[in-house]
């Protein structure tokens, strides 16, 4: 188990805070930016001076992109430090993956919108998701902002003796919240897009790529939870109630999925049916068994 | 059959022990102590012999069975 000591946390919730003000300074400069833009593109009108302004969007997600990544981690110093999971904490991580995932939309939406303002094309419905995505952007860095001056007060205030567990339970229970969190939204998206596919063509690429973008924050919790385990024996990477847990999860998550699957495989080659869903499958089942498996987990783990 | 214990009677003899203490000398969760305490956890023969021995208590002493 990595030590962890009050310099780190305080370094990175420190980091956390200033790059979220930086961020939040990035967003207001969007938010002007698109102001000025949207009536010049909807137009179809000269962008001039504009085009070089927005040059600098693009360097303004990059650095959300990377503030996220900063605020992942710092977040998890957090529950490691203080050991305590509250609702405020799973507000902030459904926040903060919803609005990491937005940082990629933005990305795909704001090259929609410059490749069909070039071919001469209505953009009018992009504006809106694009200022939502501002909303939830700004809602997640006042609050990270906030709980990060929050923590280095507490850090200041709190000079007591610090405790190393032997055992964390804290990156585990995390990472059920995250699998559960990026589980559904898996899931909505898959369903989103089986439905959207019987009309409009979606590719497999956009399928494969949109489905592993929502993977990443899991992916990002389960490989700081293995370098945490690195200097471990495997046997020892989780403690024996844990592992129970995790093997009647699994189990239960097999049994439920297997009928799941089977009723899907038969919608979509029933031919009466015909449901186009050669894409889903994969995604579907991934994201089932990851929102079954976390919840299960989480379930069984707090049992009282 | 059940398995009672007496860990959360010897924490407080023993001089307010936290589950957090408890977990870190026995090399578990704290999540898993608690279980144990309310007996919805049934630990392993090697699990339970670490408690008994943190308490410095055989372990008959520490767990019972429950004749229900």
Known sequence: MLKLNKKIVRLFTLATLVLGVISLFWLVYDYFLYKQLKPVILSFGELGRLEQLAEFVWLSYLFMFMVHIVAGVTLLLHLRYFRVIRPINIVIVLLGITSFLGVFSDWAILGDISKEYEAGWDTSGEWPILYILLGIHAVFLLLLTGISAGILRRLKENDGEEMTVQKDEMVFTAAQYVGLICGIIGLVWSLFALLISQRLPVSYYHMLATSILILIPYGLVVLYWFILKFNEKIGEWYDEKQCRDVYRSGFMTLVVTIPVMLALYLVIHNEKIFVKGEYFWFPFLIFTSLTLFSVLTLIHYKEK | ?68
């Open chain 2, 1 to 68: 059959m059940k398995l009672g214990n007496h860990i959360r009677r010897l924490r407080f003899e023993k001089g307010d022990i936290s589950q957090e203490a408890l977990a870190n000398g026995v090399g578990v969760t704290r999540q898993t102590i608690h279980s144990i305490e309310k007996g919805k956890f049934v630990p392993s023969a090697l699990l339970a012999f670490k408690i008994a021995l943190f308490f410095d208590s055989p372990v008959d002493q520490v767990f019972y069975i429950i004749d229900k």
